[in-house]
């Protein structure tokens, strides 16, 4: 029987491009070598994409040919951006044909619908949220309008277009953020991931400092409520009938969860299972898959919350569609802890990418035939 076909897509445009690649790494050492042959695809800081075969170190595929992806339906196959020497010709043909892809790439263009966009004009499975809930998870403040509006508890937050700012000034904008949420406060670009861009604000000239960093990032920025709450995640898994793994727990030995704790601060702790009471990792499962669903997520998703210490209210913090796949990354963690191994997650997740293609397909494209006028249907109509 022959192998499945599979695009191992990392690297990106995003502050997020180093992640990328540790997360893809580890996807490539977990894939089922009987099960798949596996082509890497990683883009370059400038947009770029590149083929390799699997035997190729990760970050030297971004030195190999330069390919795209015709937005075209049916084209699941690449194509070289320029032409290839005669002894180079099979090698490629054989890379370039493709069954699904595993996009991992984090951050703008790769978790915010604009690649799931691609992907779908050229009808190939991929891995993942469609192209309006990734961009919905991506984007924090309309994600906690949603959210909100389903009568989800999310913390207290306010927003500003970088216009505002740029009208307003940061001085006025602390305080209109203080006068509505008061202090200490968290400040975000609405669009980013691993924490890039984020500060606590404990003061008013910190508010502003922060709202300068934030709008670095991202032309929208909200301010939210500093909780004083664990850090709860939990992993959601499937299309139609999601389910939910069991909570775990970041303890960072910073003042939260930022880029340095995430990624290089050894003594972050990963608590799984999260030392929870029965109820509440009962209710966190439960408001996870009710977030995942408003949000008409699909595939899979990491569910961030914050339980309050002094009264355990539970708040949704926020949804990543691409969580990180890195070796101590929550979400492949939470999975295994929960009965499901990290090569098994990811044949699930390719099983489900195929289903939704093939559900997909399924819609017609094509417009209804021209009604027939019959002589007793003109008639009737008289």
Do not use: C
């Not at 043909?93 to 996009?103: G, K, T």
């Not at 790439?105 to 891995?127: K, M």
């Not at 909780?227 to 069991?246: F, H, Q, Y």
């Not at 309050?308 to 070796?327: C, V």
């Amino acid at each position: 029987m022959e192998k499945l076909r599979v695009g191992l897509l990392f690297g990106g445009r995003s502050v997020e491009h180093d992640v990328s690649i540790v997360s893809a790494t580890s996807i490539l050492a977990a894939l089922d070598q009987d099960r798949y042959e596996v082509s890497l695809l990683a883009v370059d800081l400038d947009g770029q994409w590149h083929l390799a075969n699997a035997q190729t170190a990760l970050p030297a595929v971004l030195g190999e040919t330069s390919v795209f992806l015709p937005a075209t339906p049916g084209a699941t196959v690449l194509r070289a951006a320029d032409e290839l020497p005669a002894s180079a010709v099979d090698a490629f043909d054989r890379a370039a044909r493709l069954d699904v892809i595993i996009p991992i790439i984090h951050g703008r263009g790769g978790e915010d619908g604009a690649l799931q966009g691609l992907f779908d004009l050229a009808e190939v499975p991929y891995v993942g949220s469609g192209v309006l809930s990734s961009a919905l998870q991506m984007d924090k403040d309309i994600a906690k309008r949603l959210l909100n509006s389903a009568g989800l508890p999310v913390t207290p937050w306010v927003r500003f277009t970088d216009f505002e700012l740029e009208k307003q000034g940061l001085p006025a904008a602390a305080d209109h953020a203080e006068s509505e949420l008061g202090l200490p406060v968290y400040v975000k670009p609405a669009n980013s991931g691993s924490s890039i861009g984020i500060s606590r604000a404990e003061s008013i000239p910190e508010l502003i400092a922060a709202l300068a960093l934030a709008r670095q990032y991202d032309r929208k920025v909200i301010v939210e409520t500093a909780v004083d709450g664990r850090e709860i995640e939990v992993a959601v898994l499937g299309n139609d009938e999601p389910e939910a793994s069991i909570p775990g727990e970041i303890r960072a030995a910073q003042a939260f969860y930022d880029y340095d704790a995430k990624y290089r601060d050894e003594a972050t702790q990963l608590i799984i299972p999260a030392e929870l009471e029965t109820s509440q990792i009962e209710s966190i499962q439960s408001i996870a898959i009710q977030a995942y669903q408003m949000l008409e997520a699909e595939g899979m998703a990491r569910v961030d919350f914050l339980v309050e210490r002094e009264t355990g209210r539970i708040y949704i913090n926020e949804l990543n569609s691409l969580p990180g796949f890195t070796s101590v990354s929550m979400y492949p963690k939470l999975w295994e802890a929960s009965g499901l191994p990290y090569s098994a997650l990811l044949d699930r997740l390719i099983e489900l990418a195929l289903e939704r293609h093939d559900r997909r397909g399924k819609l017609e494209t094509q417009p209804p035939p021209p009604t027939q006028v019959t002589a007793s249907t003109a008639e009737a109509n008289q």
